[in-house]
């Protein structure tokens, strides 16, 4: 099984931009203090028909969202599984992120002896990445479907620009990678 999958999207500058609106609107950005910031699903939703669009080309519904700011290198969380329910997540990337890559870790033994916190809303953050292998790498060139079911991680490139913002959108039913 594969850990991602990118998703076509011919009109993503477009889309890119009235996401980016949206933001703007709400402050949400320059109010970051954390690299996971939740969204008001339904308000954005009804600001961003182009994506609902093409969500709805794809058979795709919002949950939820989240929307990752790093304004510095270190704001990237280390390897980590996201909070269940999702699993499969639509990753879509904003500003920066394409000097970015998403790593994937294999998870060969109980999740117990791994060196390991359980944040406050749930999940798994891996504070030894040694123990860890890697078995996936993926460049974030566009919107992709990613198993956050498993540990991952992003890593940036030396010329890597900050902010690196992205949204993770969490979806009602969960598709095949």
């Excluded at 996401?19 to 709400?26: G, K, N, R």
């Excluded at 329910?85 to 999740?111: E, G, Q, V």
């Excluded at 406050?120 to 198993?147: C, H, R, S, V, W």
Aim: glycine fraction near 4%.
């Amino acid at each position: 099984m594969s850990n991602w999958r990118r998703l076509p999207c011919d009109n993503y500058d477009h889309i890119n931009k009235e996401v980016w609106a949206y933001l703007e609107s709400t402050n949400k950005v320059n109010d970051s203090k954390e690299f996971w910031n939740t969204v008001d699903t339904l308000a954005f939703v009804k600001a961003t028909p182009l994506l609902q669009s093409w969500l709805g080309s794809l058979n795709l519904r919002i949950r939820s969202i989240g929307l990752t700011v790093a304004k510095s290198l270190d704001d990237i969380p280390p390897p980590h599984i996201d909070t269940p329910p999702a699993k499969i997540k639509l990753s879509w990337p904003i500003l920066n992120c394409d000097t970015t890559y998403n790593r994937f870790f294999k998870l060969d033994k109980d999740i117990k002896e791994y060196t390991h916190i359980v944040p406050p809303l749930g999940g798994y953050i891996f504070k030894d990445i040694t123990e860890l292998e890697q078995i996936d790498i993926m460049k974030l060139e566009g919107p992709a479907l990613i198993n956050a079911g498993i540990p991952h991680d992003v890593l940036c490139s030396h010329n890597t620009q900050f902010p690196r913002i992205g949204l993770q959108l969490h979806l009602w039913k969960e598709p095949e990678i």
